[in-house]
């Protein structure tokens, strides 16, 4: 069974950093791209960014560009997200996700909170 579980999340300033972590289980993360999506209150989910198995070529949106960083420990079955100059409109529920054999998984979600 694919799980997946974010951490990391919490409040934190504008201007401020966060580091968000997804331990992966249940499949083998080091042969699987993997992606950060959000989600804001009343709003359809974001793609953030996506990294391939190799960590080769990370991707971003525009509106996060130059200030998140994906990164991956395959040793460690982790994905993370070095979030950095965070903004108000940053505040979502973000998750990280795969997809194996044509079918989707993502984790519960992890708070992130931004405000003054």
């Known amino acids: 069974e694919v799980q997946l579980v974010e951490s990391g999340g919490g409040l934190v300033q504008p201007g401020g950093s966060l580091r968000l972590s997804c331990t992966a289980s249940?499949?083998?993360?080091?042969?699987?791209?993997m992606t950060w999506v959000r989600q804001a209150p009343g709003k359809g989910a974001e793609w953030v960014s996506a990294?391939?198995?190799?960590?080769?070529?990370?991707a971003y949106a525009d509106s996060v560009q130059g200030r998140f960083t994906i990164s991956r420990d395959n040793a460690k079955n982790t994905l993370y997200l070095q979030m950095n100059s965070l903004k108000i409109e940053d505040a979502a529920v973000y998750y990280c996700g795969t997809r194996i054999g044509g079918a989707t998984s993502r984790g519960q979600g992890t708070q992130v909170s931004v405000s003054s």
């Open positions: 249940g499949f083998t993360f080091g042969n699987y791209d």
């Open positions: 990294i391939d198995s190799g960590s080769r070529v990370p």
